[in-house]
C-alpha cells in the first residue's frame, strides 16, 4: 500500500533551535497536509499546501510542497516546550484522504 | 461545534470481554473514520464510512473487530472478544470532503489485561 515516510523519526532538540523535517512518497500528489499531536490529543491540522513549489508560513511553521510534487517539509523556528508531539504529513483528499506518514517525534529540551 | 466526540477516554478491561467505542462526529461531516495508534504501527486506518455506509474496512485486524455507523451522528467500533494486543489509542476523525483536513477526536486509550 501507499506508504509515507518521515524523517527524522523522532529528534531531542534545546529550546531555541529550528527544526526541519520532512515527508516523501512515491506518489504525486495534489495536496499536502502537516498535522501535529499534542501529548494524549488528537491530530490537528498545522497547515496545508495545494501547489506545487509552494512555500507557506504559520507563525513560526514554514512547510513547503516539493516541486516534484512527491515531498514535503517543515521548518519550525525557535523551537519552545510546547512544540512537543508528534507531526505528521497526509497527502490529503482523493484516494490518499486517510493515509498518514510515519510521523516525526519531536521533545525540546528546556 | 464542539468537535468530535469519543468515549470513554480510557477503557481498561480484561481480556475476553467486549469493548464498545463510540463516536460523535461533527455535524454536517459526511465521512467518518476510525484509526488505531500504536507505537510500533503509528496511525492505522480501521475503517471509514461515508454517509453511513462502509466504504473500506479493509484495515479491520479480524472479525473480532465490528464497526457499525446507525446514523450521521453516530458510530461505534466494538471488539469481541478483546486481546491483550488490542491495546492502543483508537481515534475517530470525520471529514466535510475535498481537500479539507479531517478533525480527530480525542482518542480513547484502551488497555486490555
Known amino acids: 500500500g501507499q506508504q509515507l515516510n518521515q524523517s527524522p523519526q523522532s529528534m531531542f532538540i534545546q529550546e531555541g533551535e529550528d527544526v526541519s523535517m520532512n515527508c516523501t512518497s512515491s506518489?504525486?500528489?495534489?495536496?499536502w497536509l502537516w498535522y501535529k499531536q499534542d501529548p494524549g490529543e488528537g491530530p490537528v491540522l498545522l497547515i496545508a499546501l495545494y501547489k506545487a513549489g509552494e512555500l507557506t508560513s504559520n507563525g513560526r511553521l514554514t512547510a513547503q510542497f516539493g516541486i516534484t510534487r512527491k515531498d514535503s517539509f517543515l521548518n519550525i523556528s525557535a523551537s519552545i516546550p510546547s512544540d512537543v508531539g508528534i507531526y505528521f504529513c497526509a497527502p490529503g483528499g482523493g484516494t490518499y484522504k486517510y493515509i498518514f506518514g510515519t510521523g516525526t517525534r519531536l521533545k525540546v529540551l528546556a | 461545534d464542539a468537535g468530535v466526540i469519543q468515549s470513554p477516554r480510557h477503557e481498561v478491561t480484561e481480556m475476553g470481554q467486549e469493548v464498545t467505542l463510540r463516536c460523535k462526529p461533527i455535524s454536517g461531516h459526511n465521512s467518518l473514520f476510525w484509526y488505531r495508534q500504536t507505537m510500533m504501527r503509528g496511525l492505522e486506518l480501521l475503517i471509514y464510512f461515508n454517509n453511513n455506509v462502509p466504504i473500506d474496512d479493509s484495515g479491520m485486524p479480524e472479525d473480532r473487530f465490528s464497526a457499525k455507523m446507525p446514523n450521521a451522528s453516530f458510530s461505534t467500533l466494538k471488539i469481541q472478544p478483546s486481546e491483550p494486543r488490542d491495546s492502543a489509542v483508537y481515534f475517530c476523525?470525520?471529514?466535510?470532503?475535498?481537500?479539507?483536513?479531517?478533525?480527530f477526536g480525542p482518542g480513547t486509550r484502551l488497555t486490555v489485561l
Open positions: 476523525a470525520s471529514w466535510s470532503g475535498g481537500y479539507n483536513e479531517q478533525f
Open positions: 506518489s504525486i500528489f495534489n495536496t
